[in-house]
């Protein structure tokens, strides 16, 4: 009967009332820690101080436990704040004014632009189609020419195209095409480059032309 504190740090060989009980692989730093200690003496507590030694180690497996489930709790509480963070980002305007209502011009927007002359006005279709037909004061530029004609001098767009060059700040740009999609494209084409004031008339020629006629 006996007990004994290996150099590997285990507890070994405790016998009481004819019962063994066997303590294998505890940590290093817990015997420095002095939550397991030799005592002087075992003559009349051995049964309760091994029960107090199994007592502290399930104590502090528990403390550890609940250490590194509170600090996973802690980082995915951070990733949801940032996920959070992001997506709002991304969704623009909130508060009751959608990024569509931003960068959108309505029918009746587009004609007070006009009648005060305070725009730019930009048609994305091809040649053909703004020959057919288009809005009054509409510069046609193609949408596949778009890009490097936004990326021209100022004084290159305007020898090119007659009229002054657009600034990244301008709030009077307009895209047009003939349904909304291309003048949608264009638009997002523009604020790449820096024009992220531009808007586009999503009802197209299509729609001028229905208003214009009734």
Same mark, same amino acid.
């Given at each position: 009967?006996?007990?004994?504190?290996?150099?590997?740090?285990?507890?070994?060989?405790?016998? #009481?009332?004819?019962?063994?009980?066997?303590? &294998? $692989?505890?940590?290093?730093?817990? *015997?420095? %820690?002095?939550?397991?200690? /030799?005592?002087?003496?075992?003559?009349?507590?051995?049964?309760?101080?091994?029960?107090?030694?199994?007592?502290?180690?399930?104590?502090?497996?528990?403390?550890?436990?609940?250490?590194?489930?509170?600090?996973?709790?802690?980082?995915?509480?951070?990733?949801?704040?940032?996920?959070?963070?992001?997506?709002?980002?991304?969704?623009?305007?909130?508060?009751?004014? #959608?990024?569509?209502?931003?960068?959108?011009? &309505? $029918?009746?927007?587009?004609?007070? *632009?006009? %009648?005060?002359?305070?725009? /730019?006005?930009?048609?994305?279709?091809?040649?053909?189609?703004?020959?057919?037909?288009?809005?009054?004061?509409?510069?046609?530029?193609?949408?596949?020419?778009?890009?490097?004609?936004?990326?021209?001098?100022?004084?290159?767009?305007?020898?090119?195209?007659?009229?002054?060059?657009?600034?990244?700040?301008?709030?009077?740009?307009?895209?047009?095409?003939?349904?909304?999609?291309?003048?949608?494209?264009?638009?997002?084409?523009?604020?790449?480059?820096?024009?992220?004031?531009?808007?586009?008339?999503?009802?197209?020629?299509?729609?001028?032309?229905?208003?214009?006629?009734?």
């Amino acid at each position: 009967m006996g007990f004994r504190v290996s150099g590997l740090y285990h507890v070994s060989d405790v016998t #009481s009332n004819k019962r063994s009980f066997r303590l &294998t $692989h505890i940590a290093q730093p817990m *015997m420095r %820690s002095g939550v397991f200690r /030799q005592p002087q003496s075992w003559q009349s507590t051995r049964t309760p101080a091994v029960f107090t030694m199994i007592s502290s180690l399930l104590s502090y497996s528990l403390c550890a436990a609940v250490t590194a489930v509170t600090q996973g709790s802690h980082c995915a509480a951070h990733s949801s704040l940032r996920a959070f963070i992001t997506s709002t980002a991304q969704r623009g305007p909130q508060c009751g004014h #959608s990024a569509d209502s931003v960068s959108v011009v &309505t $029918h009746l927007q587009l004609k007070n *632009m006009l %009648s005060t002359g305070d725009i /730019q006005l930009f048609d994305v279709r091809n040649p053909e189609e703004y020959e057919a037909g288009h809005i009054l004061k509409a510069i046609n530029i193609p949408l596949s020419n778009l890009e490097e004609s936004l990326k021209l001098s100022p004084e290159h767009f305007e020898q090119k195209f007659r009229v002054k060059a657009p600034e990244k700040d301008d709030t009077n740009i307009v895209f047009q095409c003939r349904s909304g999609r291309r003048s949608a494209t264009a638009l997002e084409i523009a604020n790449q480059l820096g024009f992220t004031r531009a808007r586009h008339y999503k009802g197209g020629y299509i729609e001028w032309v229905e208003r214009e006629e009734k």
